[in-house]
């Protein structure tokens, strides 16, 4: 996929400024602006009760034929138009960005745009379940320029597409829009029944949601995150992010244990070698099966307060949750001033290995040992991680099975650190910095 954007001078959003709350008059998604209002709307079509969904010929409502990647080719222009309106805080193609050396490859990127523009977390970071508050930003509250489009189940079980649908405000679709502090190129929000106010936190239909989201754009570069409230979201409004990113997160790299299957045919495997520990979720007989057991584990998870992130990668085949401890640990003092002065807060993007760097040293000294160093404090111990394991077993009404290894590649095939002790050994193997891409 060739970045095919026109860098243009870009200004705040319009629709997103602090002090336009007052009044309207903004073009909002509220009932203030939304009677007549019309935005493009993409209907996908619904598995079959039985059978794993895959993509077929797509027809839109001229009864044209679509080609596969209709949606992919779709949002691409759609944000693009939006950056040539000017409608994003920074230009995130300018950012420089470069692979680390080393046995991950992990991704640094310098994005001081991000630090100095992005919106304020705004709740408690110690409580993953939280109200929604309508008096916080949210995002009703943004301009209907910056979202691309409905997405939503057709009627028919058809795909159809509309380039002027009205907005049906008694049924709250769900929309994708433009994040106006963009990480990558391409980096959208998809936000379930929009006008149904949703707190962060994740339940069945709006995981799925998230799931054909990521089948349907069907491009394995275009992966779909979440964060929890206590896991770096920083607004209380039910959102996933994605974004394109053309090459591999070091997370997809790394080999796995199986450590059982569920009656509907879901593999779930305990992440090894990594810094982060957690699990990966693939199979099953039909998505909905595998959406089920994933948004169940996380349902566990919150009803636990235990703050979690979620990657959606392989165009919806794998999928990666990381219960994590950062935030509590910077609350008991237990992180190095070191790590807190980089201001990294690590959430999905960084524990997948795209490490969001605000400063230029930083980005200037970037290691695989400075990336191995930050994330190795966000993971939960082994003994911590076992506990939470049970509590998403017992969720799911599941019984440990015999642990089985992946194949692991020969890449893979060597041991890692896997504490901050360890982190010291891998001082004397790096390279040279490779030079920005």
């Given at each position: 996929m060739m970045l095919r954007i026109k860098r243009v001078p870009t200004v705040v959003s319009n629709y997103q400024k602090e002090d336009s709350d007052e009044g309207c008059?903004?073009?909002?998604?509220?009932?203030?602006?939304?009677?007549?209002?019309?935005?493009?709307?993409?209907?996908?079509?619904?598995?079959?009760?039985?059978?794993?969904?895959?993509?077929?010929?797509?027809?839109?409502?001229e009864k044209k034929?679509?080609?596969?990647?209709?949606?992919?080719?779709?949002?691409?222009?759609e944000w693009e138009d939006r950056m040539q309106r000017g409608l994003f805080r920074y230009d995130v193609t300018a950012c420089e960005t470069k692979v680390i050396p080393g046995k991950y490859g992990f991704v640094a990127q310098l994005n001081e745009g991000r630090h100095l523009k992005k919106r304020p977390t705004e709740f408690r970071v110690d409580k993953v379940l939280q109200p929604f508050d309508e008096s916080k930003f949210n995002f009703t509250k943004v301009g209907q320029e910056?979202?691309?489009?409905?997405?939503?189940?057709?009627?028919?079980n058809e795909v159809h597409f509309s380039p002027n649908a009205p907005i049906d405000a008694d049924n709250s679709p769900s929309v994708v829009a433009i994040n106006v502090s963009p990480i990558e190129y391409g980096h959208?929000?998809?936000?379930?029944?929009?006008?149904?106010?949703?707190?962060?936190?994740?339940?069945?239909?709006?995981?799925?949601?998230?799931?054909?989201?990521a089948v349907e754009v069907g491009n394995p570069f275009f992966r779909l995150g979440y964060n929890s409230l206590g896991a770096f979201a920083t607004i209380n409004h039910l959102h996933f992010q994605a974004y394109y990113l053309e090459t591999p997160f070091p997370i997809e790299k790394v080999s796995s244990k199986k450590i059982t299957t569920t009656n509907g045919g879901v593999e779930i495997s305990n992440i090894l070698n990594y810094p982060v520990r957690g699990f990966v979720f693939e199979g099953g007989k039909t998505m909905e099966e595998l959406s089920n057991?994933?948004?169940?584990?996380?349902?566990?998870?919150?009803?636990?307060?235990?703050?979690?992130?979620?990657?959606?990668?392989?165009?919806?085949k794998r999928i990666f949750l990381f219960p994590q401890c950062y935030a509590e640990k910077q609350a008991l003092g237990e992180v190095s001033s070191e790590l807190l002065d980089t201001q990294v807060n690590p959430a999905v993007w960084e524990i997948s290995g795209h490490m969001v760097l605000k400063r230029k040293l930083d980005y200037e000294e970037a290691s695989e040992e400075n990336a191995w160093r930050l994330l190795a404090e966000v993971s939960l111990s082994e003994e911590r991680l076992e506990e939470v394991k049970e509590f998403?077993?017992?969720?799911?009404?599941l019984e440990v099975k015999d642990e089985v290894v992946s194949p692991i590649t020969p890449d893979e095939s060597g041991s890692s650190p896997k504490s901050r002790e360890d982190v010291d050994a891998l001082k004397a193997l790096q390279p040279a910095m490779v030079q920005p891409v």
């Open positions: 008059g903004r073009n909002c998604l509220r009932s203030c602006c939304l009677p007549g209002a019309k935005l493009p709307l993409y209907a996908f079509k619904k598995e079959s009760s039985n059978v794993v969904v895959e993509k077929n010929s797509l027809a839109i409502d034929v679509l080609q596969p990647d209709f949606l992919d080719s779709l949002l691409i222009g910056e979202v691309l489009f409905q997405f939503e189940a057709s009627e028919d959208v929000l998809l936000i379930p029944r929009i006008l149904e106010c949703l707190p962060q936190r994740i339940d069945r239909q709006s995981f799925m949601l998230a799931l054909y989201m057991v994933v948004s169940d584990a996380c349902i566990c998870l919150q009803e636990n307060n235990i703050p979690h992130n979620v990657l959606i990668a392989d165009c919806g998403i077993f017992e969720a799911i009404c």
